[in-house]
């Protein structure tokens, strides 16, 4: 047999089983039934599946559930199937899916074979604001027939966000940034300029720099901003701070060489789904002790 057939076959195999579960599994005597496998291919929508679905209903979740570091949701993941990294449509395929979930910046190929497949896909799109996940939240119940569990949900988010936002009343916004080491730095339109809306703060890259997204920062400029705070993801503000110390124009900042840090969970500064409202709480306290009992 040549090289990779056997590879091919296994795949072929694969995508008839599941063309064949998904045609059992979406009709019952000729009328419909809500899906009740369902694979997460991203950790916002792990999040929204585990809030949202039976236990049963889950069939795998995505590589980076169960990683504390980029997941809300990590010790209830730990307990569910995880795709492989990297993993291709057969090994979606192999947990045998009637609905799996995307996002935009999902592998067009795999949600391609996934439909090709007979699988139903949902890509989600849009996850800048709260608004969205509320969206995207119900738009996922919808599927489940969740939408009670959905309201409930949202329901309690909007309530933090009105406490939230009365503890926060006369309060002076805090001066902020978003620092990387990869070259980038979050201005307007992004999950951190969200977070600074809720939480408190001024984001210098959106009001000062004019930034959009994520985008170079503009170095010399960025030495006269006034920040009162710089804002990492970590569990220890020192080792959060570390790299930045030592990289420029970082590291020639008032605020990095004093170590004001406004430290939050990491997942919390790129979280996209209804959790972020842990974001807004944590950066709050953060930002204004004084204003918390």
């Known amino acids: 047999m040549p090289p990779g057939a056997k590879r091919l076959l296994r795949s072929v195999a694969a995508v008839l089983a599941a063309a064949t579960w998904v045609v059992d599994a979406r009709a019952v005597d000729g009328a419909a039934v809500s899906p009740v496998r369902v694979v997460s291919q991203t950790v916002g929508t792990d999040e929204m599946l585990i809030a949202l679905a039976d236990p049963g209903q889950i069939a795998a979740l995505s590589k980076l559930a169960a990683d504390p570091e980029f997941s809300a949701v990590a010790a209830q993941a730990a307990g569910y199937p995880r795709l492989e990294p990297n993993g291709d449509a057969e090994s979606v395929l192999r947990y045998r899916p009637t609905l799996v979930l995307c996002a935009n910046y999902s592998r067009a190929e795999l949600v391609a074979q996934l439909r090709r497949a007979g699988v139903r896909v949902l890509v989600f799109a849009d996850y800048t604001t709260m608004d969205d996940a509320y969206a995207n939240l119900r738009r996922l119940a919808r599927e489940l027939g969740a939408e009670a569990r959905a309201e409930r949900l949202i329901a309690g988010c909007r309530l933090r966000m009105d406490r939230l936002s009365r503890t926060l009343r006369g309060v002076t916004p805090a001066r902020v940034i978003a620092p990387s080491v990869y070259g980038a730095i979050p201005g307007a339109d992004t999950t951190f300029q969200d977070l600074c809306d809720h939480a408190g703060a001024i984001n210098l890259a959106a009001t000062l720099g004019h930034l959009r997204g994520h985008a170079p920062p503009p170095v010399e400029q960025m030495l006269t901003w006034p920040v009162d705070e710089v804002v990492l993801g970590g ?15 970082y590291e020639y900042m008032d605020a990095v060489k004093s170590g004001r840090v406004a430290l939050v969970k990491p997942y919390q500064l790129s979280c996209v789904s209804f959790h972020r409202v842990d974001g807004y709480e944590a950066l709050a306290r953060a930002l204004h002790p004084g204003a918390f009992p």
């Open 235 to 249: 569990w220890n503000a020192g080792e959060a701070l570390a790299p930045f110390r030592q990289l420029s124009p």
